[in-house]
């Protein structure tokens, strides 16, 4: 969601902006002159110098290149160490390598990595899940996009109907499906850094409508060709955007009501508890997708479904059993590997009281940054929810992206990551969202807070001054 906008509340002058970010970039190369030979070195055989587009965009001259990362803290290879409220942008949500997961990762890569065989632990990782999402039945990707890969083309199998919707500014992983937006005339566009597949149509297989409306959502739907809607319980791609009251339950009801699977991605939204939003707040989803923090970083995704929908993928069927019924899976899908791992996470880290931890620490987290707003009257406002928080350049939170688009800053905004990494910590590139981790100190913390404060109250200065 890169774009041109400028916050109307953005504190500081164009030209005041240009002058703070040249006083940090130099620092920035003062303190990571081997990361820049690095970078330079990688041009000549990487792609823009990283081995995924997505790492060299943390808005700084060029990449941190990691040396190691545990628990909270990441270390680079010019030896800067940070506190880490990024953490892989949610696939080390509880910490960097725990150790319970590295000890069993460790004996299981010895025994097999992959065999295209199950192993016991799948069983262990199944019924843990229907514990704690109340869905019965699992299967195993290997990324979330995988998973919501697969569950779309269930949804048009069972269905079979041609679309899938989603929310404006919502981000499900690579799926043509889902990444096209609304345009200014109201029209679907696709997104200009996404437009990567001009063969599909952007209409032939999408429908978007805005997180929200449930107006637009029914009058979408009462088309009758969606497969499903695809949904993030709160949005988290282009800034936080919470759910009105009563959201879920009107959503649920219009996806029965015209024969729509209702499909809750809880990728991001595991922070919210043991068992996602969707434990926490009871929702009733037919498929729900979960990813990146299951297996403590290892790549490992899984989907849940009803009893309903296994009854009816047999019956497309005629029998159970069938290998690989609607061209899903992969070779390496639910490998031992990555099924031990998401195993030891499930059981021994991503406990009832890590999750404890976890929200106390986004409460003073966010507490702290309330305060900050409030002392300088800066009119940003700041969205929690779970172990997350999100500061928005703008009074009052958004309630769809487009809200959200329209106020972001991206000049603004690495303007104040670079400042956060350039004193030692790091958050989400992308927005100014934060995960605080079980393993993050009141310290830890207490020293966001501050490199904030110092970050916001020099630009009201700057403001003042201009």
């Not at 823009?48 to 990691?66: A, E, Q």
């Not at 295209?116 to 990707?141: C, H, N, Y």
């Not at 979960?290 to 490992?300: F, M, N, R, Y």
């Not at 005629?318 to 990555?338: C, I, K, R, Y």
Request: aromatic share 8%; net charge negative; hydrophobic share 35%.
């Amino acid at each position: 969601m890169i774009t041109d906008k400028k916050s109307p509340y953005r504190l500081v002058s164009d030209e005041k902006l240009v002058e703070l970010r040249a006083r940090e970039d130099a620092l920035f190369l003062k303190r990571t002159p081997k990361a820049e030979e690095t970078f330079n070195n990688a041009k000549k055989m990487l792609l823009n110098g990283v081995p995924m587009p997505w790492m060299g965009d943390w808005g700084t001259t060029h990449p941190i290149f990691v040396r190691e990362a545990v628990g909270n803290r990441l270390t680079d290879i010019d030896g800067n160490q940070y506190i880490d409220f990024c953490l892989g942008d949610t696939g080390a949500m509880f910490g960097h390598s725990p150790e319970a997961v590295a000890e069993v990762v460790s004996k299981q890569v010895r025994l097999g990595i992959t065999t295209m065989m199950p192993t016991t632990d799948a069983l262990d990782i199944g019924t843990e899940l229907g514990k704690r999402f109340s869905l019965p039945l699992w299967q195993v990707a290997m990324t979330a996009t995988e998973a919501n890969r697969y569950v779309i083309r269930i949804c048009r199998t069972l269905t079979g109907r041609p679309k899938v919707l989603s929310m404006n500014e919502s981000y499900h992983g690579s799926l043509d499906e889902t990444l096209p937006h609304i345009g200014p005339e109201g029209k679907l566009e696709l997104r200009s850094e996404y437009d990567m597949n001009p063969a599909v149509a952007k209409d032939a297989l999408s429908r978007v409508v805005e997180f929200n409306d449930l107006e637009q959502l029914e009058r979408e739907l009462a088309h009758k060709d969606c497969a499903c809607v695809l949904a993030e319980p709160v949005m988290t791609n282009c800034g936080m955007v919470l759910p009105d009251p009563g959201y879920h339950e009107r959503l649920r009801e219009l996806c029965t009501k015209y024969g729509t699977y209702l499909v809750i991605d809880e990728t991001h939204t595991f922070s919210n508890g043991y068992g996602g939003y969707t434990r926490a707040y009871g929702l009733k989803p037919d498929f729900i997708t979960l990813g990146k923090s299951i297996a403590g970083g290892i790549p490992v995704a899984v989907y849940g479904f009803t009893s309903e929908i296994a009854t009816l993928i047999n019956q497309s069927f005629g029998h159970q059993g069938v290998s690989d019924p609607m061209g899903v899976g992969g070779t390496l899908s639910a490998n031992a590997f990555a099924i031990a791992a998401m195993r030891q996470t499930l059981t021994t880290v991503a406990t009832e009281e890590a999750f404890e931890k976890m929200f106390a620490g986004q409460e003073r987290l966010s507490n702290g940054l309330d305060d900050i707003l409030k002392k300088y009257s800066i009119p940003w406002s700041l969205t929690r929810s779970g172990a997350r928080c999100e500061l928005q350049f703008m009074p009052t939170q958004p309630r769809n992206g487009s809200e959200a688009k329209n106020h972001f800053d991206w000049e603004l905004m690495y303007y104040t990551h670079i400042y956060l990494a350039n004193r030692g910590v790091l958050i989400t590139p992308f927005h100014n969202m934060m995960l605080v981790p079980p393993v993050a100190t009141d310290e830890d913390i207490d020293c966001l807070i501050q490199l904030w404060h110092d970050c916001l109250a020099e630009l009201v200065e700057c403001s003042e001054g201009n």
